[in-house]
T-cell receptor, first 111, second 114 residues
Framework: GENVEQHPSTLSVQEGDSAVIKCTYSDSASNYFPWYKQELGKGPQLIIDIRSNVGEKKDQRIAVTLNKTAKHFSLHITETQPEDSAVYFCAALGGGFKTIFGAGTRLFVKA | NAGVMQNPRHLVRRRGQEARLRCSPMKGHSHVYWYRQLPEEGLKFMVYLQKENIIDESGMPKERFSAEFPKEGPSILRIQQVVRGDSAAYFC????????????FGQGTRLTVV
């Protein structure tokens, strides 16, 4: 069935450094790839997304890249801040109408 | 425009009781999804509903679990005869259409079975 692999499971960076989270997906029909940020005790919040007709998208300190041939997509956070500390989930949505999530990356930004 | 509303936020049930979780989607959204999240884990798809229809329930256990999204009122996730392993956070998400669009999540219901 559909599967999304996410790495690393935990990431610790110094404030101001960049953080990169990588995901791979199995369903070649997937055409929409959102990224969610989940803070403790809260629901996931959409932070950025990318569609299959685009290779890269940027929103201030956050960027996503997509390689459809390799079925890879990545989240890049530059100039990290302590408030970026959270769990980040990648996801893929294809023809099955259900969003498949990665297992999550716990990001720690040390001040 | 209020976001996705879930209630209750916390629910404690004894083994064997029933749990009812409610989800009111965002205004104008007719697609609802339920996910389960175990501690320190990701979100697992359970069921996808449109008004009065279950579209995909492939992630929902065949026994004890049911979901509905009536014409009027919130979507309900119902767990009968709860067991300790049902303890988890249950999240609802809604979207205005099914394909190629973002889903917005509620704050979740944390179910604890004692």
């Amino acid at each position: 069935g559909e599967n999304v692999e996410q790495h690393p499971s935990t990431l610790s960076v110094q404030e101001g450094d960049s953080a990169v989270i990588k995901c791979t997906y199995s369903d070649s029909a997937s055409n929409y790839f959102p990224w969610y940020k989940q803070e403790l005790g809260k629901g996931p919040q959409l932070i950025i997304d990318i569609r299959s007709n685009v290779g890269e998208k940027k929103d201030q300190r956050i960027a996503v890249t997509l390689n459809k041939t390799a079925k890879h997509f990545s989240l890049h956070i530059t100039e990290t801040q302590p408030e970026d500390s959270a769990v980040y989930f990648c996801a893929a949505l294809g023809g099955g109408f259900k969003t498949i999530f990665g297992a999550g990356t716990r990001l720690f930004v040390k001040a | 425009n209020a976001g996705v509303m879930q209630n209750p936020r916390h629910l404690v049930r004894r083994r064997g009781q029933e749990a009812r979780l409610r989800c009111s989607p965002m205004k104008g959204h007719s697609h609802v999804y339920w996910y389960r999240q175990l501690p320190e884990e990701g979100l697992k798809f359970m069921v996808y509903l449109q008004k009065e229809n279950i579209i995909d329930e492939s992630g929902m256990p065949k026994e004890r679990f049911s979901a509905e999204f009536p014409k009027e009122g919130p979507s309900i996730l119902r767990i009968q005869q709860v067991v300790r392993g049902d303890s988890a956070a249950y999240f609802c998400a809604s979207s205005p259409q099914a394909e190629n669009t973002e889903a917005f999540f509620g704050q979740g219901t944390r179910l604890t079975v004692v």
